[in-house]
């Protein structure tokens, strides 16, 4: 069982930066794969950007690419999505997941993961 925590949402103007954090519970964190998600107000969750289990592979949706880089470190059990040059579209709740350890490599599809976070509100105003 893992439980993920996401911090570091908030308001932010067009152009700004912020780093979102997920801190997962449990000795063997460095044995899952990793996703950020998000979901805008009267959408659907979109898959944002993945990590592997080692951190060596990333994957990011193309909307992100350039902006944001997600990271992680296995010695403090957190992943990171660190988001620069936000934009108003990327104002949603942003979700971190985690695959089962069967898996090494992340994900873009939802239903791969098996462990969500709550949520963190990012908002980015023009």
């Known amino acids: 069982q893992v439980q993920l925590v996401e911090s570091g949402g908030g308001l932010v103007q067009a152009g700004g930066s912020l780093r979102l954090s997920c801190a997962a519970s449990g000795r063997t964190f460095s044995n899952n794969a990793m996703g950020w998600f998000r979901q805008a107000p009267g959408k659907g969750r979109e898959f944002v950007a993945t990590i592997s289990r080692s951190g060596r592979s990333t994957y990011y949706v193309d909307s992100v690419k350039g902006r944001f880089t997600i990271s992680r470190d296995n010695a403090k059990n957190t992943v990171y999505l660190q988001m620069n040059s936000l934009k108003p579209e990327d104002t949603a709740v942003y979700y971190c997941?985690?695959?089962?350890?069967?898996?090494?490599?992340?994900?873009?599809?939802?239903?791969?993961?098996?462990?969500w976070g709550q949520g963190t509100q990012v908002t980015v105003s023009s």
């Open positions: 997941a985690a695959r089962r350890q069967t898996y090494s490599s992340g994900t873009s599809a939802e239903f791969g993961y098996d462990y």
